[in-house]
């Protein structure tokens, strides 16, 4: 293709508002285009690079014995009804009515969908195992889209499902596949990306991996133990605590801290490390608006992920008013209102000596002893594992923590969604089961950016071979001199009927604007004809990564090019 009939601008300056690199470089690179908030139009260079990356996915998922099939967009709000998602799930979901009235949702993911479609092919024992996939359009009303194609709204994604008669099927499945995504990322030019343990949010299930690749401007927290190599998204990683109990209990004792709210304030006046606060955190459940106050130490962080998963319900923030008694930066456990769900993370447990709010305005407790004031609680793991922690698998304090961006998930599922949808098998011996299930998703356009933001300079991306928009770029510098055209026109047909995918700029324009928008489209293998180098009979091929540039003559390029590649 010639590069003067490329659909799409290339620009030097910075867009406004973009603070990751991949998203600057495929904005300035002619590669989308803002269409609204988390939705983008696809220009030809990254559409060749997505169809390249669903090419990859297809081999593997065959590999795999998958079938591609293909689910609707728009879904009846009753397979979600079924399921019962479609009261779970919060706003993320688009929820609408078609002229009829009759409710409808915009797939987010097709776990209802693909059970549909196969619950009556599975009615027997005999058709299992099998797995299906499909490469789909959906929509997420994410409330923060950011980084371009990192977090969006609307999405290009591989989602499959797998259904099994037992665990053990499922579970060798489930490596199987994680071993495909490994390949996938791989052969993407992405080999770094590790897989971690993670919470399996609003897809249920037993056991959950999300794929990431470590990156500063990633938005999931990783804990990666050094030692032992123990790896988990910071949501679902275990916080491992040491409770030291003082020997001698002191007597609870109500002190003054008038302005003092907040943990910092309080241990400053009080003269004690946070690690001797009882601090209190107040939710509301999504489900009724009751509130749930969470104690925990006053030197860890609260994951909400984990309240969530315990509650069995969404929460946010509580606006606590005057009619609920209760009295924000001075609570406590001692003395609360009846009606409250109350929650303690096991940093508390066994516990001494503590500071607490005192439920008054202006005042808290000292020398709080929860098992004398209250008595047998239940204390849960409900906080974040901190950097520099203590290891859940090897027990060592050598817990980082590091960002990173989700390229992909699986998850065993179980029997979530076909008890709930009534999808049935007959056994051997004609007993009634359901279907083992298991889902794995790879966002194309998300992996797509990922690479770039993995694999660029401060010039543009640097495509890795196997998804680069094309594979060579082949710069006539100086077109206007007849015999520079006429060298590269014959060079770039020899390319095209060797079978090389290639990019031809034969613009009038200077060396330096062919060169900055080469670098901006990242092509592997740059190919220059110039007026210099055609007298000496050669043209130079260069990678775009900077690791070679050789002279090739003219007569043999597209061949020296095509052994390269």
Not at 84 to 99: A, K, N, Q, V
Not at 463 to 470: C, G, K, N, R, V
Request: contains cysteine.
């Amino acid at each position: 293709m010639k590069i003067k009939q490329l659909i799409g601008d290339r620009f030097k300056e910075r867009p406004a508002d973009c603070v990751i690199d991949s998203h600057v470089l495929m904005l300035r690179g002619g590669y989308m285009k803002y269409v609204a908030s988390g939705i983008y139009s696809q220009y030809p260079p990254l559409r060749r690079i997505t169809r390249k990356i669903e090419q990859i996915i297809r081999e593997e998922m065959d590999a795999l014995d998958g079938q591609e099939v293909q689910f609707p967009v728009a879904l009846p709000a009753a397979l979600w009804q079924e399921s019962g998602r479609y009261d779970t799930i919060g706003s993320e979901l688009l929820r609408f009515s078609d002229r009829n009235g009759a409710p409808l949702v915009l797939g987010m993911t097709h776990e209802e969908a693909a059970v549909q479609l196969v619950r009556e092919y599975g009615q027997s024992y005999a058709k299992y195992p099998f797995f299906l996939y499909q490469i789909q359009e959906k929509f997420r009303d994410e409330a923060r889209p950011r980084g371009g194609l990192i977090r969006v709204r609307e999405f290009s994604m591989k989602d499959a499902y797998s259904f099994h008669t037992s665990q053990e099927d499922l579970e060798a499945f489930y490596q199987r596949c994680l071993q495909a995504y490994e390949r996938i990322f791989a052969r993407a030019g992405i080999p770094e990306v590790i897989s971690v343990a993670s919470d399996s949010g609003m897809m249920g299930g037993s056991l959950s991996h999300e794929f990431m690749l470590l990156t500063p401007v990633g938005e999931d927290s990783i804990a990666l133990c050094g030692e032992c190599g123990y790896r988990a998204n910071l949501e679902a990683a275990e916080c491992i605590v040491e409770n030291r109990r003082d020997e001698q209990s002191q007597p609870l004792t109500l002190t003054g801290t008038p302005g003092a709210h907040t943990i910092e304030e309080v241990c400053q006046l009080l003269h004690l490390p946070r690690e001797k606060a009882c601090k209190a955190v107040a939710y509301e459940k999504e489900t009724d608006g009751g509130l749930v106050l969470l104690f925990l130490r006053g030197d860890l962080e609260v994951n909400e992920t984990k309240v969530t998963n315990f509650l069995g319900c969404g929460i946010r923030p509580a606006s606590l008013t005057e009619e609920s008694g209760l009295h924000p930066g001075f609570l406590g456990p001692c003395g609360l209102p009846d009606g409250l769900t109350l929650l303690f993370d096991r940093s508390l447990e066994n516990a001494n000596n503590l500071c607490c709010g005192a439920n008054r305005e202006g005042f808290h407790y000292t020398g709080l002893d929860l098992r004398r004031e209250l008595g047998e609680l239940r204390y849960e793991d409900f906080a974040k594992l901190q950097d520099e922690g203590i290891c859940p698998r090897c027990g060592r304090r050598s817990i980082s923590i590091s960002r990173g961006i989700e390229v992909g998930n699986i998850f065993q599922l179980g029997a979530k969604y076909t008890e709930a949808m009534g999808m049935r098998y007959l056994d051997r011996e004609g007993n009634f089961h359901f279907p083992l299930m298991g889902c794995y998703g790879i966002g194309i356009g998300r992996l797509a950016a990922s690479v770039c933001e993995a694999r660029h300079d401060e010039f543009g991306p640097v495509w890795p071979l196997s998804i680069a928009p094309w594979q060579a770029h082949l710069c006539a510098v100086r077109a206007e001199n007849p015999d520079v055209k006429e060298a590269a026109d014959r060079l770039y047909g020899e390319l095209q009927a060797a079978g090389v995918e290639t990019l031809y700029d034969d613009r009038p324009v200077s060396a330096g604007v062919q060169f900055s928008d080469a670098d901006l489209l990242g092509v592997p293998f740059r190919v220059v004809v110039s007026p210099r180098n055609l007298r000496e009979g050669y043209c130079e091929i260069a990678a775009r990564d900077h690791s070679f540039t050789q002279k090739v003559p003219l007569a043999g390029a597209a061949v020296h090019l095509l052994g390269l590649i």
